[in-house]
């Protein structure tokens, strides 16, 4: 959609507002972490994630512009993105199985002089 039919109906994104918007939400994902606690990361972490891909989506992709069908192939795609990271990550968050065992991380050995 060009910027004089964004006009005609009625309203105008403000790009820039958008882009603070984005790096305050960034400061504060990189600062959350370093608090310490946890729940605090999680949300820092994962909940501005999905903020921000809402935003980039909605704003810089135009998604709202697009057909319904575009928003609901992307959902579905979400959606199984979603149930292959459940079903695989139990096996991948292991150390053993039934027929593996998860080999321990090396740890660098000293320069030799």
């Known amino acids: 959609m060009s910027e004089h039919a964004a006009h005609a109906e009625g309203h105008h994104v403000n790009y820039v507002r958008i882009w603070q918007i984005l ?3 960034l400061v504060i994902s990189v600062l959350g972490p ?3 606690i ?3 990361t999680l949300i820092t ?3 501005i994630a999905v903020v921000k891909a809402y935003l980039v989506a909605k704003n810089f992709m135009h998604l709202n512009l697009q057909p319904r069908y575009v928003v609901y192939i992307l959902g579905t795609t979400l959606v ?3 149930l292959f990271y459940a079903g695989t990550a139990p096996d991948v968050m292991k150390h053993s199985g ?5 080999p321990d991380v090396v740890q660098p050995s000293a320069p030799h002089h």
Request: hydrophobic share 70%.
């Open 80 to 82: 199984f993105m979603l």
């Open 98 to 102: 039934d027929n593996w065992v998860k």
């Open 45 to 47: 972490a994962f909940g």
């Open 23 to 25: 790096l305050v939400l």
């Open 38 to 40: 946890k729940i605090v």
């Open 34 to 36: 370093m608090i310490g």
